[in-house]
């Protein structure tokens, strides 16, 4: 799994929704519809903007083996955290790093932390 995010068309869904609607009307699904719709327009599902990644002067920035792209170590740990389903991982910048293994935040390939650019 990687971070990228998947935008669901909120049209489409209503447009579908409403056709579920009309399908099931004076029928006990109705009324999940009916929610699901309410809650679509109340914008429950809205995806959150994707924070932008900012690389300052000084950063520790690791680069993968297989993508070459660099990342800093909050977005290493936070993909990695993603790939696991857990916040409790070994962070990258921790001194047991070296017998863990990361996930990329750029192409989602799990790699050997040894096989890391470390590039400060
Ligand atoms: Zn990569």
New binding site residues.
């Given amino acids: 799994m990687n971070n990228q995010v998947k935008p669901t068309d909120t049209q489409k869904l209503l447009h579908w929704i409403e056709s579920k609607l009309e399908a099931t009307r004076l029928t006990p699904a109705w009324f999940a519809y009916r929610e699901m719709q309410k809650k679509v327009l109340l914008g429950a599902f809205e995806t959150d903007t994707p924070p932008v990644p900012t690389i300052k002067l000084g950063d520790k920035v690791f680069a ?1 083996p ?2 070459q ?1 660099a990342s800093t170590a909050g977005e290493w740990n936070l993909a990695t955290s993603d790939a696991c389903g857990t916040h409790e991982i070994t962070l990258i910048e921790s001194k047991h790093a070296e017998e863990s293994f990361f996930t ?1 935040p ?4 799990e ?1 050997d932390y040894g096989l890391l650019v470390v590039v400060e």
Wanted: net charge negative; with cysteine; glycine share 10%.
């Fill in positions: 993968c297989n993508c792209e990329c750029k192409c989602g390939s790699e």
